[in-house]
């Protein structure tokens, strides 16, 4: 299993991007990144996933280096209630989320 | 329902005891995972099905744990003499691409 590295925690100003870093070098081609958070107490929340390509929606934004060893995930805006645990996992062949012990993300008013 | 569904939202057993946790999937979604999170920790894989058939059961920590999802919707973990080292959160998640998660069941075992 490609397994991923991130720090375990940072902290951003209200107001400001949030970029969270990912280590994956061992992924595989078919392998894809995906990012989640989790709010304590809360399942985890699906934010975005992508395989190559950088890939953008309402919550966040995916870069993914070309030779896919790294990604960040960036949160344009950050708010207070973007406080939260994320997670980069590396979806195996097997339909696994490995999901390790993710960044903690404190965003201070 | 619009999202994952879990029961019981808590559960506290006698150690010894065994435990049925259900999951109700979102509607029309083919794959199902069960996880388990300790306190602190990033939750860990430890069963999937596609429909019915249990693919992949290589995360359950051993012969006490067992998983079902006999008409491929709604799935049941289920733990027999719980120990206290079951204690734990045991997320449910469905979805094909994504996957998305229930809010978990928080097992409690004394």
């Known amino acids: 299993d490609a397994k991923t590295t991130q720090p375990p925690s940072m902290d951003c100003a209200e107001g400001r991007a949030a970029n969270l870093p990912c280590n994956h070098s061992?992924?595989?081609?078919?392998?894809?990144v995906y990012w989640y958070r989790q709010i304590h107490s809360q399942g985890p929340q699906y934010i975005i996933h992508?395989?190559?390509n950088n890939e953008t929606n309402e919550m966040a934004s995916l870069i993914i280096t070309e030779d896919r060893k790294s990604s960040t995930l960036i949160l344009p805006h950050a708010t207070l209630r973007d406080t939260a645990v994320y997670y980069c996992?590396?979806?195996?062949?097997?339909?696994?989320?490995?999901f390790g012990t993710g960044t903690s993300l404190t965003v201070i008013p | 329902g619009a999202g994952v569904s879990q029961s019981p939202r808590y559960k506290v057993a006698k150690r010894g005891q065994d435990v049925a946790l259900r999951c109700d999937p979102i509607?029309?979604?083919?794959?199902l995972f069960w996880y388990q999170q300790a306190l602190g920790q990033g939750p860990e894989f430890l069963t999937y099905?596609?429909?019915?058939?249990?693919?992949?059961k290589s995360g359950l920590p051993s012969d006490r744990f067992f998983a079902e999802r006999p008409e491929g919707s709604v799935s049941t973990l289920k733990i027999q003499r719980t120990q206290q080292e079951d204690s734990a959160v045991y997320l449910c998640?469905?979805?094909?691409?994504?996957?998305?998660f229930g809010q978990g069941t928080r097992l409690t075992v004394v």
């Open positions: 998640a469905s979805g094909d691409r994504g996957a998305f």
């Open positions: 099905f596609q429909n019915e058939a249990q693919l992949d």
């Open positions: 996992i590396v979806r195996n062949t097997g339909n696994q989320f490995y």
């Open positions: 509607s029309g979604h083919v794959s």
């Open positions: 992508g395989l190559k």
């Open positions: 061992t992924i595989s081609g078919n392998e894809y």
